[in-house]
């Protein structure tokens, strides 16, 4: 089973504290389809928030974490507190799936998530269920997923809001 995340970063810490609950269970639900664990793909553009959550999740559980990568100057624009963590899961992705852009930003952003969506049988969104607030934003990725027939599983905790 291969999964991608995508998902809004800079959530309250309540509401993080909940989303990284349901990513936890969304994982762990994995275990329960006769894969196991060690079936599981999880792909990922470890982004701070649900990308990095996810992506250590699925290695906690005996995953294989793999990355599609947006633009080769993608690091530079992540911010600076969160390098180690990108670091620390690139280093331990087997396999790097690039876009073959150089320059970071919302079309190279877009570009990494329809690779990441293209590599996947289920996207796990941590969307509000509005409008992206720019374009390669959660509902844009959600947008495509659903039009090139990738199911998504919505991990959005009821009654939460992100401003």
Request: charged fraction near 25%; include cysteine; aromatic fraction near 6%.
């Amino acid at each position: 089973m291969r999964v991608g995340i995508t998902g809004h970063r800079g959530l309250s810490g309540e509401v993080e504290r909940k989303v990284r609950a349901l990513i936890e269970a969304a994982v762990t639900s994995y275990a329960g389809t006769g894969i196991g664990n060690a079936g599981l793909v999880g792909v990922s553009c470890l982004a701070d928030g649900p990308d990095v959550w996810f992506a250590r999740a699925v290695l906690d559980h005996d995953g294989r974490l793999e990355v599609a990568l947006p633009a080769r100057q993608y690091r530079a624009d992540l911010p600076t507190w969160h390098h180690p963590a990108y670091d620390d899961l690139l280093s331990r992705a087997t396999r790097i799936h690039r876009t073959g852009l150089d320059a970071s930003g919302p079309d190279a952003y877009m570009a990494g998530s329809e690779l990441l969506v293209d590599q996947v049988d289920e996207l796990l969104a941590v969307w509000d269920g509005h409008p992206a607030r720019g374009h390669g934003g959660t509902a844009d990725v959600v947008a495509y997923a659903r039009r090139h027939d990738v199911p998504v599983r919505v991990l959005w905790p009821e009654g939460a809001t992100r401003d």
